[in-house]
């Protein structure tokens, strides 16, 4: 069974941090290509970091220079360093692991930036 959860969601003031982790199971995760995604309310879902099984990152716009993705092969673990947080930050944060047609979602992690 796949599975996929996040975890380092929650509530921090404008200018601060968090750290999200995704833990896999089910999977060969270290052929998996990983990724963060976010959705606001009334907003699509985006993008917002990806990390291939080669370790190449990419990262949307808005988030560049504050977001730092990162995986752990040993640990089946995905993880985004948020930094500098904004309150356009706010969204449910997703993770998702694809390979080829396979495609999985965690659940999702509530992020929320406000003083």
């Known amino acids: 069974q796949v599975q996929l959860v996040e975890s380092g969601g929650g509530l921090v003031q404008p200018g601060g941090s968090l750290r999200l982790s995704c833990a896999a199971s089910?999977?060969?995760?270290?052929?998996?290509?990983m990724a963060w995604y976010r959705q606001a309310p009334g907003k699509e879902r985006e993008l917002v970091a990806g990390?291939?099984?080669?370790?190449?990152?990419n990262y949307a716009d808005s988030v560049k220079g504050r977001f730092t993705i990162s995986r752990d092969n040993a640990k089946n673990t995905v993880y985004l360093q948020m930094n500098t947080l904004k309150p356009e930050d706010t969204a449910v944060y997703y993770c998702?692991?694809?390979?080829?047609?396979?495609?999985?979602w965690g659940q999702g992690t509530q992020v929320t930036v406000s003083s």
């Open positions: 998702k692991a694809s390979y080829l047609i396979s495609v999985r």
């Open positions: 089910g999977i060969t995760f270290s052929i998996y290509t």
């Open positions: 990390i291939s099984s080669g370790e190449t990152t």
